[in-house]
């Protein structure tokens, strides 16, 4: 069974720093993306970042680019979202996604929050 775990959410003011990590369990191979979307309050769930398994490369939002960083530890399974600069805006629940890169089936964790305060 596929398991995604994900921490590091809470309460931060704006201009500060927060970091997400989300630990995955019960993949069988490892040709998979990482990465994170999030949802604002009365919005749809939008793209916030993929750590793509093929090419190693990563890509961002327009909105998050040049604030946040995501990267992955392909040895643990793991991959993080580094933000900094955070705005109100930034403000939703973080949710953590494994897209296998064969069938294209997607696993989701269970959310954490991020509030920003002015």
């Known amino acids: 069974q596929v398991q995604l775990v994900e921490s590091g959410g809470g309460l931060v003011q704006a201009g500060g720093s927060l970091r997400l990590s989300c630990a995955a369990s019960?993949?069988?191979?490892?040709?998979?993306?990482m990465g994170w979307y999030r949802q604002a309050p009365g919005k749809e769930r939008e793209f916030v970042a993929i750590n793509r398994w093929s090419s190693g490369n990563t890509y961002y939002a327009g909105s998050v680019k040049g604030r946040f960083t995501s990267s992955r530890d392909n040895a643990k399974n793991t991959v993080y979202l580094q933000m900094s600069n955070l705005k109100p805006e930034d403000t939703a629940i973080y949710y953590c996604n494994v897209h296998l890169t064969l069938g294209g089936y997607d696993y989701w964790g269970q959310g954490t929050q991020v509030t920003v305060s002015s």
């Open positions: 019960g993949l069988t191979n490892r040709n998979y993306d």
